[in-house]
């Protein structure tokens, strides 16, 4: 089993930072991929964006491209998700997630199959 713990939600103004962090622990080895999804108020849980664990390659959504960065720190099992110029309508809870495909699944909820809590983050007008 895999327990992942995401962190560093909050409010922030539109144009501002936040950067989320997602600690893993038990058998981390088995999460090849982590990917960041978010789900805003009555819609869907959509994907942000993905790191391999094994070179760090990411992909990520369009709509984040140039403004979100994923990245990982292997000695302590927590990934992270740099959010640049934040917009309003990006207000969702964010989740981390531990998978073991890299390709085009990755953005597939059900390509993961270890889920943190949640961190809600809340980018006001």
């Known amino acids: 089993q895999v327990q992942l713990v995401e962190s560093g939600g909050g409010l922030v103004q539109a144009g501002g930072s936040l950067r989320l962090s997602c600690a893993a622990s038990g058998r981390t080895a088995s999460t090849y991929v982590m990917g960041w999804f978010r789900q805003a108020p009555g819609k869907e849980r959509e994907f942000v964006g993905a790191i391999t664990r094994s070179d760090g390659s990411t992909y990520y959504t369009d709509s984040v491209k140039g403004r979100f960065t994923i990245s990982e720190d292997n000695a302590k099992n927590t990934v992270y998700l740099q959010m640049n110029s934040l917009k309003p309508e990006e207000t969702a809870v964010y989740y981390c997630?531990?998978?073991?495909?890299w390709g085009p699944g990755i953005v597939a909820k059900t390509s993961y199959r270890y889920w943190g809590q949640g961190t809600q983050v809340t980018v006001s007008s």
């Open positions: 997630a531990g998978g073991n495909e």
